[in-house]
């Protein structure tokens, strides 16, 4: 019973540690995405061996090659190495962040991968955790309702 309590406390915490929409971006992480006012990003957590992630990038990459937003990749492989294979592999086009020292997924803490965030003035305007198809037509509509 005391494990159960204490599994919960734990869960509930890291729950509440992640940031969720409407919570600022702190400045110095801005600052390292060289995120700049007036644009909206889609930031995209990313590893290479999760699977849903191996599916949706390439449709992220649709989203920057059609210019629907900035989008910015984060890497989160423990080697480097592995996850500039992966991106290789992949073609991405749009910016990609080794976060080797994982100061970026501390802060964003996401609840699971692919996780994207919707960022605009150091704001975040929605997440989605998980794996969704067509994520290219979702961000799409969720861009037109933002801007």
């Not at 992480?29 to 995120?35: A, E, H, M, P, V």
């Amino acid at each position: 019973m005391l494990k159960n309590i204490l599994y919960s406390l734990l869960f509930s915490t890291v729950a509440l540690m992640a940031l969720e929409t409407g919570d600022s971006v702190p400045q110095n992480i801005q600052d390292r995405l060289k995120l700049e006012s007036d644009k909206v990003y889609v930031v995209d957590f990313f590893a290479s061996w999760c699977k849903s992630c191996k599916k949706e990038l390439p449709l992220i990459t649709n989203v920057y090659n059609e210019k629907i937003a900035e989008v910015i990749g984060i890497n989160v492989d423990k080697n480097q190495e592995d996850g500039e294979k992966f991106v290789k592999e992949l073609e991405l086009a749009f910016p990609i962040v080794y976060d080797s020292d994982k100061s970026l997924v501390e802060t964003f803490n996401p609840l699971g991968f692919p996780a994207v965030y919707y960022v605009k003035n150091g704001q975040i305007l929605n997440v989605i955790f998980g794996a969704v198809e067509e994520i290219d037509k979702k961000i799409k509509e969720d861009i037109k309702a933002i801007k």
